[in-house]
């Protein structure tokens, strides 16, 4: 089970973003996360008539790596640890700071 999960409200902890909030947008195989308004970067594109795609700059997120962030915990207003524990005989995550579960 992962310990951050798509949805999840994060904040960045390292790096030249550090200190922002987002969404995550997608979990990537390679421990890599997308997450909303962290980690831009312009992309320059060519027009493709074929398509309809108009050319120009794009700005769109790039992938961060999971250690660089941490799990928001709103109830705390701080970044938290997540662990793992078994419930009735399911795997819960919960906030290592209060021990409460993180809601899904």
Do not use: C
Request: hydrophobic share 35%; glycine share 10%; charged share 35%.
């Amino acid at each position: 089970m992962l310990k951050i999960k798509k949805d999840d409200e994060v904040v960045v902890i390292a790096g030249r973003d550090k200190g922002k909030r987002g969404d995550v947008l997608r979990v990537l195989d390679d421990g890599r996360l997308l997450v909303s308004g962290v980690n831009t970067v312009k992309k320059h594109t060519r027009p493709d008539p074929n398509a309809g795609e108009q050319g120009g700059i794009l700005t769109k997120e790039a992938p961060i790596n999971i250690s660089n962030v941490a799990i928001w915990n709103a109830e705390e207003s701080k970044a938290d640890r997540v662990g793992i524990r078994t419930e009735d005989g399911r795997r819960v995550r919960y906030f290592k700071s209060t021990g409460k579960a993180v809601e899904e």
